[in-house]
């Protein structure tokens, strides 16, 4: 078993409880940027019942271990859950839940569906703007690297520049966003 | 001199036992005058030597390298760009159910050799010193 033929486990537990989700970090970043690898995945979850989790968790046993511990991601406040493979090494998908956040619940609303080859399947992605705002709204050295490398391949005539800086003025990261365009070679911009 | 390509040393004896140590690159010996160079659609960038020197000269390079980058990742789909993400990480990564760290070897082997023909399409070719 792969990494992403787990993965593709995990989008078909969803898809079988009509778990609304959305793949993001290296994933959506993959799609509207530069490919890179990763050793893990983030999905976002609507949860509209706890016992959904609980359903997920007995369709994946086996499979997957869910860690009891779930730990509070204080940007958005959303819930994470952390799921590793019962393999060695154990791979890990996290789970974070749907926040009340505006920008998250906007992100989720706006998500697209695309085919993978790879995976033999449909998968949900936020749109290159929304990747861009989030990872700008981290801010670390790799989600700003991430975010410079969206902005770069989508350029910015074709991405809603108006969308993203509306987001990044209301996440006060409107200087960030600036600094990472003009980190890109201008005729790349 | 001319130039010798990189060899790959792998455990000697594979099937006789655990492996002893890791595989490694082991870099040829110390050439000065025989550096890498990249071929690029603008021409070939500037010798190895002086990037740490020369703070501009290193700028341009990685805006290079990164223009490259870019320009590759345009030319493809977004499903393409997503299954290469994906077949990225399903290489070293790839195997969690492998104990096997013979299997583990060779795939470190499969992208030595991906990285040998990079070389083999001049991509990556050796130059004389100025």
């Keep these: 078993m792969t990494l992403f033929q787990l993965a593709v486990r995990m989008v078909e537990a969803l898809e079988t409880e009509a778990i609304p989700h959305l793949l993001t970090g290296a994933i959506a970043v993959g799609v509207y940027g530069l490919p890179r690898g990763t050793k893990d995945i983030d999905i976002v979850v609507s949860l509209q019942t706890r016992g959904l989790l609980q359903r997920l968790e007995q369709r994946l046993a086996g499979i997957v271990t869910f860690d009891p511990q779930i730990t509070f991601e204080t940007l958005t406040g959303s819930l994470r859950h952390i799921v590793k493979s019962n393999t060695r090494p154990p791979f890990t998908i996290e789970l974070f839940e749907l926040s009340g956040d505006p920008f998250v619940q906007t992100r989720f609303a706006r998500k697209c569906r695309k085919f993978s080859a790879q995976l033999g399947c449909d998968i949900w992605l936020p749109t290159p703007e929304d990747v861009v705002v989030q990872k700008i709204r981290w801010g670390r050295s790799k989600d700003l690297d991430d975010a410079r490398d969206v902005l770069a391949v989508q350029t910015l005539t074709a991405l809603d520049m108006r969308y993203i800086e509306h987001w990044c003025a209301q996440h006060v990261t409107l200087d ?14 | 001199m001319g130039f010798q390509p990189t060899r790959l040393l792998k455990h000697d004896t594979p099937k006789a036992g655990p492996h002893k140590g890791p595989a490694f690159f082991v870099p040829p010996p110390a050439q000065p005058h025989v550096r890498l160079a990249k071929r690029t659609p603008g021409g070939i960038l500037p ?23 870019v320009l590759r990742a345009r030319s493809l789909t977004e499903t393409q760009r997503l299954d290469e993400a994906l077949e990225l990480s399903n290489g070293i990564y790839g195997s969690p159910g492998s104990a096997d760290e013979e299997a583990r ?5 499969r992208r030595l050799r991906i990285l040998r023909r990079l070389h083999e399409h001049n991509l990556y070719f050796p130059v004389e010193a100025a």
Excluded: N
């Design chain 2, 105 to 109: 070897w060779d795939e470190v082997e």
């Design chain 2, 47 to 69: 010798a190895m030597t002086d990037w740490q020197s020369d703070p501009a000269t290193l700028r341009a390079v990685q805006e290079e390298i990164y223009r490259g980058k």
């Design chain 1, 176 to 189: 960030r966003l600036h600094a990472v365009i003009a980190s890109i070679p201008a005729d790349l911009r």
